[in-house]
């Protein structure tokens, strides 16, 4: 059974960080690229950062590039998200993804709510 289980969220200071973690389980986690991506109430679910399974590479939304790190431990089947310099803009839920999208596979976690705000 596929599990995707973030953790980390909350509520921070505008400028402040956090770290968000997606614990998986249930599939060959080094095969998959891993994702995060972001909803804000009344707006679309949007994508902040991708690592890919093939070769690490690393992507970003622009709103985040230099203030945001995807990183993943395959050897633990995790995948981070280091928030830096928060602003309000960046409240939203996260949400864990993993894609092997050449196979049609995707699957989702619940999402964390992060709430910036002073």
């Known amino acids: 059974q596929v599990q995707l289980v973030e953790s980390g969220g909350g509520l921070v200071q505008p400028g402040g960080s956090l770290r968000l973690s997606c614990a998986a389980s249930g599939f060959t986690f080094s095969s998959y690229d891993m994702s995060w991506y972001r909803q804000a109430p009344g707006k679309e679910r949007e994508l902040v950062a991708r690592?890919?399974?093939?070769?690490?590479?690393?992507s970003y939304a622009d709103s985040v590039k230099g203030r945001f790190t995807i990183s993943r431990d395959n050897a633990k089947n995790t995948v981070y998200l280091q928030m830096n310099s928060l602003k309000p803009e960046d409240t939203a839920v996260y949400y864990c993804?993993?894609?092997?999208?050449?196979?049609?596979?995707?699957?989702w976690g619940q999402g964390t709510q992060v709430t910036v705000s002073s």
């Open positions: 993804n993993a894609g092997r999208r050449i196979f049609g596979l995707d699957y």
């Open positions: 690592s890919t399974s093939a070769s690490g590479s690393t």
